[in-house]
């Protein structure tokens, strides 16, 4: 039995945000703003307010969120929201934002804290205050997912929540919102899609439905991240890229992440490495890692982007595959962790913490090969100062 959540509504289209006024004042009395400081200065979160004084909403607002969202981000966004008698939430903003909205949503109703659902160790019984997703980056596809990724400042871990009363209500995609996302951020999070999506679609938890969604999302990607980096006004990429990125949202979310996300967390959790770039880190070689088990879905997937692939063999295939996403990355100019700036001596230190963290997380039992604890801390080690030159040969 296969099943596909996606939000209650999708609202699509350039100038699309404008909708946030009618949707808010039809879910509630009262919205909650849940964004971060780059979105308030660039004049998103203005807007939004704007809109909604248009709507005759009333509202109040958190813009506090940062890079990475942390249960103290959560629990001070909450306090707001709670004394305000806020009963309808939007989250402006890229994948952070969005996520610490969801975290306040579903608390405002349930007990105990965030960290109190980790690993479905407690579901959300009550149902969330609903919650307007509006991305402000084609990245994360947190707009469409029922996942959060919030990090427990305690204990140094990014903690992934995946259940059911986590996706918005309703989720508006303006590709205009993504225009002003510097050529950095369009990289990493556009390489964070492309990572949702090839995940998504080798997971040992696929299904037909996210397949075609993965591979449609792929196939987006690459034809026009590369434009989008280059031209950040080039709208056609940017309109492209959020609906492949809202697409592979909806397909990781209902299949599953797999061994890059596992490993993914723990290097933004210690090192506060931005979740897009400390994928984009990895994928080239986690995908090594990975061929030989998935070679006909990496073949797949290698002869959608290039046709001529279509008479050599699938070992062949994957290989070309591996080659594009390393070329992709050099064009993009992702740094490796050496060239990003974490230390060795501490990357050394963590490296074991954090591939326990990785294998906690759950996400790598998902991949077509499963790593052992030292084969991921192998794998930290090849992806510290992984060179994308370096030429993939089939073993």
Not at 62 to 80: Q, S
Not at 92 to 120: L, P, Q, R, W
């Amino acid at each position: 039995m296969y099943e596909l959540l996606v939000p209650n509504r999708v609202i699509y289209g350039c100038e699309t945000f404008h909708e946030v006024g009618r949707q808010a004042k039809a879910l509630g009395s009262k919205a909650f703003i849940v964004s971060d400081p780059v979105m308030e200065n660039i004049g998103l979160v203005a807007r939004c307010e704007h809109y909604l004084q248009e709507a005759g909403v009333p509202f109040a607002k958190y813009t506090r969120v940062d890079k990475e969202p942390t249960d103290v981000h959560v629990n001070e966004a909450l306090d707001v929201c709670r004394s305000e008698r806020c009963d309808v939430i939007i989250a402006v903003g890229g994948g952070s934002s969005i996520d610490a909205a969801k975290a306040v949503a579903v608390m405002m109703t349930n007990e105990g804290t965030i960290s109190d659902y980790v690993g479905n160790a407690r579901m959300f019984t009550k149902k969330p205050v609903p919650l307007i997703a509006i991305p402000t980056t084609a990245g994360t596809g947190s707009e469409v997912t029922k996942v959060t990724v919030i990090i427990d400042t305690k204990t140094d871990v990014k903690m992934m929540i995946s259940q059911p009363a986590l996706l918005p209500a309703v989720a508006i995609v303006d590709p205009l919102l993504t225009v002003s996302c510097p050529p950095s951020v369009t990289a990493a999070t556009g390489v964070d899609a492309l990572c949702h999506a090839i995940e998504a679609y080798i997971s040992r938890r696929a299904h037909p439905v996210t397949n075609v969604l993965a591979l449609s999302a792929i196939e987006a990607i690459i034809g026009h991240l590369r434009r989008a980096y280059e031209n950040g006004q080039d709208i056609e990429a940017r309109e492209k890229m959020a609906i492949a990125a809202m697409k592979a949202g909806m397909a990781f979310s209902n299949a599953s992440v797999t061994l890059v996300h596992g490993m993914s967390r723990p290097i933004g959790a210690l090192f506060h490495v931005p979740h897009g770039v400390s994928n984009a880190m990895l994928l080239p070689g986690v995908l090594e890692f990975t061929k030989d088990s998935a070679r006909e879905r990496l073949a797949v997937i290698a002869r959608l982007i290039n046709p001529q692939l279509k008479d050599v063999s699938d070992a062949e295939a994957a290989d070309a595959l591996v080659e594009e996403v390393k070329q992709l990355c050099r064009d993009l100019h992702i740094p490796n962790m050496k060239t990003w700036g974490i230390d060795k001596a501490a990357f050394d230190k963590a490296v074991d913490k954090m591939a326990a963290d990785a294998l906690a997380s759950g996400s790598p039992a998902n991949n077509p090969r499963v790593p052992t604890h030292e084969e991921i801390v192998t794998l930290y080690h090849y992806c510290y100062d992984y060179q994308y030159n370096t030429k993939t040969v089939s073993s």
